[in-house]
């Protein structure tokens, strides 16, 4: 056998693993030895994947040339030993070409398929972020004075709804119908990419890049304000829209961040709309926007939480209801309580969702509490809404969606509100509370003395707890005039039939001097501090069999 097939030889095992090794090692240990096949055993598994991409290649190109040889070599060999060696593999040229070119075709499809994966989004076919990114740097490097580069960041309004509600394939069938509304307003001299989750970029480019960039905002925007049909189902969606527009070369990651700027811009002014990106929003602190950026995605990143603080019999020691707490576990800032992130939320207009994370996480919780106590009556769990939210007409059919959800009762479920959202309106005020005592929810005045709360207001708005503001208790024993007013508090929620709740207790000297004045209820850190579900669970079944929080 000629030493020259060596190489060739070679080139095959490395390009079909396994089962031409087997061919490859009897050629060189009668060529070279048994030194150099193990040599090319070492080899061929230290360098599988690189060679065999090799060999593929140089098969491609010197197949029909080596065959030949092969073959020459094959027939050139005693009748008794070319059995022996080779076994049964490939007999006949025409079934070893059939093979080269079955391993190249499947070799070039996969190499293909690897490709388009790297660059493209699996669900709608668009372009993934690496690919869109890539394509506006080389973009930008190109961009002049005549030549300019815009970007859209479209964010989904209320995306999470369909997933929550109607379960993933159909928010998936929902992608895919809004990344084809998309491709048909972008054109084809625009780029489409889905960036992640329910968020969608576009690239335009050229002299009039600006006019243009609006005028397919506009068009997206209308084109989603037409129903979409998923999965049998009829949905409508909308979008807010950022534009950036670069006339110079700058970084893919500044315009981004220009556009992602212009988004959160657009959610303030309501949503279902696009902003043009606003050099004076560079004044704008940056860890606010990065932050209010961040806020959208949190949801998503499963990033909140909440906790939970007791609320404890002052004459039993029992924990009888508790308060829900946002968290926001942020991924570089840590753990940041609700009034670093609320105002952003509210500005941004995410408070929306964010709520009803809110009032969906609770009705679930809520209702693990309540299994745990012997008596659930009259255990409730108060959650904190913004005035936004406790005004939208739609609240108690929202609540009353988790409520079923979580197979809970409505007096599970306690909606506390700052007096200040109460007294704005009144008889807006009025109509959602009684629509949440309908489906047997208490409303709660948190913070109460330190608003606009009176007598008259409270006759009208028909509360169910008064929640005594920390400042008062923070006073008792330090001010002559707080145990005053904390029993005049007392009094007047007993005569209007309202629970009365004492916020921030720290000590036992306030805890006793409250039990004292006849107040019923009281949470702080006296009593407890905010803790997570699971370990509530077990704190709530230590303290209702030992009395353990006592004042």
Wanted: aromatic fraction near 6%.
């Amino acid at each position: 056998m000629n030493q020259r097939l060596s190489l060739p030889v070679a080139a095959v095992a490395l390009a079909t693993p396994g089962l031409l090794i087997g061919l490859a090692v009897p050629a060189i240990l009668l060529t070279d030895g048994p030194g150099m096949a193990l040599a090319f055993v070492a080899l061929a598994a230290s360098t599988l994947s690189v060679a065999s991409a090799l060999a593929g290649i140089w098969i491609a190109a010197r197949g029909r040339n080596f065959l030949a040889q092969l073959t020459d070599s094959i027939r050139g060999l005693p009748t008794g030993d070319a059995p022996t060696i080779f076994g049964g593999f490939f007999r006949e040229e025409a079934e070893i070409e059939r093979a080269f070119n079955t391993m190249a075709a499947q070799w070039r499809a996969s190499r293909n398929a690897l490709a388009h994966q790297a660059y493209h989004d699996q669900l709608t076919g668009l372009a993934n972020r690496a690919a869109f990114m890539s394509r506006v740097s080389d973009a930008l490097s190109r961009s002049g004075r005549r030549e300019k580069v815009a970007v859209l960041f479209i964010d989904l309004d209320r995306f999470k709804a369909v997933n929550d509600s109607l379960g993933h394939g159909v928010g998936d069938g929902l992608l895919a119908a809004v990344a084809a509304r998309l491709t048909a307003a972008t054109g084809p001299n625009g780029l489409v990419a889905r960036f992640g989750g329910d968020e969608f970029t576009v690239m335009v480019q050229g002299a009039a890049a600006e006019s243009r960039a609006q005028n397919v905002a506009q068009d997206i925007l209308d084109r989603l304000r037409l129903p979409i049909t998923a999965s049998g189902y009829e949905l409508f969606v909308n979008a807010s829209i950022g534009i950036a527009v670069a006339s110079h070369a700058m970084p893919a990651t500044e315009l981004l961040r220009r556009s992602d700027v212009a988004l959160y811009r657009a959610k303030e002014q309501g949503r279902g709309c696009y902003v043009l990106f606003d050099v004076g929003d560079h004044d704008i602190a940056p860890e606010s926007l990065h932050l209010g950026a961040a806020l959208r995605h949190a949801i998503e990143r499963d990033e909140l939480t909440l906790v939970y603080q007791p609320v404890v019999d002052l004459a039993t020691g029992n924990i009888t209801g508790a308060e829900a707490l946002l968290r926001w576990n942020h991924p570089h800032l840590g753990v940041l309580p609700p009034g670093q992130f609320i105002d952003l939320a509210e500005e941004s207009g995410e408070i929306v969702r964010l709520s009803q994370w809110v009032i969906e996480r609770a009705a679930r919780d809520a209702a693990t509490l309540r299994a745990a106590v012997p008596d659930p009556s009259g255990f409730a769990v108060g959650i904190n809404l913004s005035s936004r939210e406790f005004l939208d007409p739609s609240l108690p059919a929202r609540i009353s969606a988790a409520l079923a959800q979580a197979g809970l009762p409505g007096e599970g479920i306690c909606v506390e509100l700052l007096e200040g959202i109460l007294v704005s309106n009144i008889q807006t005020a009025t109509e959602v509370i009684s629509n949440l005592h309908a489906i047997g929810v208490e409303v709660a005045i948190d913070d109460f003395g330190t608003g606009y709360s009176s007598l008259s207001y409270l006759q009208a708005l028909t509360v169910d707890v008064l929640k005594i503001d920390q400042s008062f208790v923070a006073r008792i024993g330090h001010d002559a005039r707080s145990g005053p007013i904390i029993t005049a508090i007392l009094d007047l929620a007993g005569a209007l039939g309202m629970h009365v709740i004492a916020e921030g207790v720290e000590t036992r000297e306030q805890a006793t001097h409250l039990r004292r004045a006849g107040c019923i209820s009281a949470q702080g850190h006296h009593f407890a501090q905010a803790m997570p579900l699971d370990e509530f669970v077990a704190v709530l079944e230590l303290s209702l069999a030992a009395g353990r929080y006592a004042a």
